[in-house]
């Protein structure tokens, strides 16, 4: 059996971070995690190839060569995969599909062969024996959340690393908070599962194996979300990194209660975090309880500093569009956004998800007026906000052009690059050639052509006098203001 695997494209959206990477020579930020993990699943000989619609093109010989394209995909890469499956039919081909998207939307695939609706880890291998018995069923809904020990190592090996910004592992699925407008926790459940300290090592062993160094992302909606497992895993992390020269440069996502627990924070220092994504949302305490997000409560922008002050760079997500934004939520989220020193702040319009919590209660209240893009800064609303939708949305993006305007953007580096100065002790893994190939075209591209370079050369006269140690840092969180501004001048035309 010969099969494709294939990730759909992303769009321009943050995460993509496609005017970014450039600079650094790659293609896409990360590799396609749950692929790699699904090609683990199948029979050791059954043949397989990759094609990341991110960093390379899907020939027709793929297909051809392929008895099966198994696909998956966020709702953010639904038109891609739709694509993907148009032309994997055109050519007979049988086609699979699974992940969050197909999940939440089961039949807005009717071409597909054969769907997977929740983790495959159990009803993969069930497929495989059906189709060696011609009795392959067209959906395998999974009966149960699996434990992740069932969840082998991804095959890493099958990706092109040298095309990405950084790799990335799965620690732990699901979390035990219910914002109302998460999909997570109805795709992976409020009970997050992890897997053992074991597991994990043997992925940081084989992905050192494989050469990877610098930034590994461990893709947790909520890496903290089992905390009593988190405690026992991240000294054996730490042990690993300083066994290992401190290969790799960690980030993950948190929730905000994280700044509760110091020595958690500690932890995830001396474990080598160095970014942390927190879901914000919004200073406004009545949008926080109707968003049911109780974890985020005292003083935010404490609670941001706290984090910082264990050498961690925060970056965070908020969200205008909630019910009970008062009309002058915007100059509230820029002056929060400004005061936390937070870089990379990700800031969308609400958007109602399928099956989740949030989409119920609009379907009740007949609110609704469409799918969602799951881009959730397309400036397209997919309910009746409370707010006059015109003005929410002009609101959104003077937010947007405010915080990325470069001298906005650069002080909140220079601020955060102050709060997260640390002394650490173990040697940083610079690739010399790569990284002399970055500043080239980071100086080029934003000192000599861009239109904002004196900007740019003020911010990098401060780093070169007060983080001089840091310009590899400084210059990294350059180009990722230069891919926020970019979108934000798009989003600004949309
Ligand atoms: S903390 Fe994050 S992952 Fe957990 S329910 Fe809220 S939005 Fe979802």
């Known amino acids: 059996m010969k099969v494709l695997l294939v990730n759909p494209e992303f769009p321009d959206t943050y995460w993509s971070f496609r005017h970014a990477l450039p600079f650094e020579g790659k293609r896409c930020a990360f590799p396609p995690l749950g692929l790699l993990t699904v090609s683990a699943l199948l029979p050791q000989s059954w043949e397989r190839r990759l094609v990341d619609l991110n960093v390379q093109k899907l020939k027709a010989s793929d297909i051809e060569w392929a008895d099966m394209v198994f696909a998956t995909a966020m709702l953010v890469q639904k038109d891609s995969l739709r694509d993907v499956v148009r032309q994997a039919k055109a050519r007979g081909k049988k086609v699979v599909l699974g992940g969050p998207y197909v999940t939440t939307t089961i039949e807005d695939l009717p071409e597909a062969d054969h769907i997977f609706l929740g983790e495959a880890e159990t009803t993969l291998p069930i497929f495989i024996e059906d189709l060696a018995r011609g009795e392959a069923k067209r959906t395998y809904q999974a009966a149960e959340r699996p434990p992740l020990s069932a969840t082998p190592m991804a095959h890493f090996e099958l990706a092109n690393l040298k095309r990405y910004s950084a790799m990335s592992v799965q620690y732990s699925r699901g979390c035990p ?178 099956e989740t919590q949030l989409w119920k209660r609009l379907e009740r209240e007949g609110r609704l007026l469409g799918e969602a893009s799951g881009n959730n800064t397309v400036c397209t609303l997919n309910f009746k906000t409370r707010m006059d939708p015109a003005f929410l949305v002009q609101g959104y993006q003077t937010i947007m052009r405010t915080i990325y ?42 000192g000599v052509i861009d239109r904002e370079r004196k900007e740019f050369w003020r911010f990098f006269t401060r780093t070169l006098f007060k983080h001089h140690t840091r310009i590899a840092e400084s210059l990294r969180l350059a180009a990722m203001g230069y891919h926020f501004r970019k979108l934000s001048d798009a989003y600004s035309e949309s």
């Open 405 to 446: 305007s470069p001298r906005e953007y650069y002080e909140r580096v220079l601020a955060s690059m102050k709060r997260t100065a640390q002394q650490f002790s173990e040697p940083q893994h610079y690739n010399i050639i790569g990284a002399l190939a970055s500043l080239t075209r980071v100086l080029v591209r934003l």
């Open 177 to 354: 908070f219910s914002c109302e407008f998460c999909d997570i926790i109805e795709i992976y459940g409020r009970v997050p599962r992890t897997k053992s300290n074991q597991q994990m090592l043997a992925e940081f062993d084989a992905l050192y194996k494989l050469n990877w160094r610098g930034t590994l992302f461990i893709v947790d909606d909520n890496f903290i979300g089992n905390k009593k497992n988190v405690r026992l895993l991240l000294p054996d992390i730490a042990k690993w990194q300083k066994d290992h020269g401190f290969p790799f440069s960690l980030i993950t996502e948190s929730s905000l209660n994280l700044a509760d627990d110091e020595a958690l924070l500690a932890n995830m220092r001396d474990a080598g975090f160095r970014r942390v994504f927190i879901g914000i949302e919004t200073p406004v305490e009545e949008s926080l309880h109707e968003a049911q997000k109780s974890q985020n409560r005292g003083d935010l922008l404490s609670s941001v500093k706290k984090i910082q002050s264990y050498g961690m760079e925060v970056m965070a997500g908020f969200i205008v569009g909630f019910d009970n934004d008062p009309l002058d939520i915007f100059d509230r989220q820029i002056d929060f956004i400004r005061k936390s020193a937070i870089p990379l702040a990700m800031v969308g319009l609400l958007n109602a998800l399928p």
